[in-house]
Antibody, heavy 119, light 108 residues
Framework: EVQLVQSGAEVKKPGESLRISCKGS????????INWVRQMPGKGLEWMGRIDPDDSYTDYNPSFQGHVTFSIDKSISTAYLQWSSLRASDTAMFYC????????????WGQGTMVTVSS | DIQMTQSPSSLSASVGDRVTITCRAS??????LNWYQQKPGRAPKLLIYAASTLQSGVPGRFSASVSGTDFTLTISSLQPEDFATYYCQQSSTTLPYTFGQGTKLEIK
């Protein structure tokens, strides 16, 4: 079965660092972009950016650039989203999603990781 | 950024109704438009890609079309499981990818 499985919910304090993960299975991990999407409580979907698992090339949404970092460990088919200093406004659900290189829509999504940042 | 304007933002309908949701792009994006369905507490699900191609496994009551920069998602006969929030998304070569604000489809 083709799937993306994300790490579990996190509760952090402002200023703390965090890395969440997204593990692909059932397909050739390096042949699809991994995208990250934010959904703040009760709000819509926001594209944060994407990473090419083959060469770690990244495209960041300017709205998120400088605040988050994407990375890949090809050896374990896992993508990461990390923050060095969390803010309360980072409280949201974060999804990873697969995109074929031909760009035919995000066809497989992770189940989401809820991040809560509160003092 | 390319703005995607969805309408309506919410919609009440009954089982068996035909419903249409529209999405307008702020500039030409060819057919780089996708539609997603999201149910509460769940990840989004791809319904339609490339403006009008049905994703594998999606029921045939879902269809979509394009005219210029106007995109339409149609559900021909609403089923109980279709009540959800629907998003359009542009995936053209002009980054960032952007989503519409969503249309919440509720039971009348």
């Amino acid at each position: 079965e083709v799937q993306l499985v994300q790490s579990g919910a996190e509760v952090k304090k402002p200023g703390e660092s965090l890395r969440i993960s997204c593990k692909g299975s059932g397909y050739a991990f390096t042949t699809y972009w991994i995208n990250w999407v934010r959904q703040m409580p009760g709000k819509g979907l926001e594209w944060m950016g994407r990473i090419d698992p083959d060469d770690s090339y990244t495209d960041y949404n300017p709205s998120f650039q400088g605040h988050v970092t994407f990375s890949i460990d090809k050896s374990i088919s896992t993508a990461y989203l990390q923050w060095s200093s969390l803010r309360a406004s980072d409280t949201a659900m974060f999804y990873c999603a697969r995109l074929p290189k031909a760009g035919e829509g995000f066809d497989i999504w992770g189940q989401g990781t809820m991040v809560t940042v509160s003092s | 950024d390319i703005q995607m304007t969805q309408s309506p933002s919410s919609l009440s309908a009954s089982v068996g109704d035909r419903v249409t949701i529209t999405c307008r792009a702020s500039q030409y994006i060819s057919t780089f438009l996708n539609w997603y369905q999201q149910k509460p507490g769940r990840a989004p699900k791809l319904l339609i890609y490339a403006a009008s191609t049905l994703q594998s496994g999606v029921p045939g009551r879902f269809s979509a079309s394009v005219s210029g920069t106007d995109f339409t998602l149609t559900i021909s006969s609403l089923q109980p499981e279709d009540f959800a929030t629907y998003y359009c998304q542009q995936s053209s070569t002009t980054l960032p990818y952007t989503f519409g604000q969503g249309t919440k489809l509720e039971i009348k």
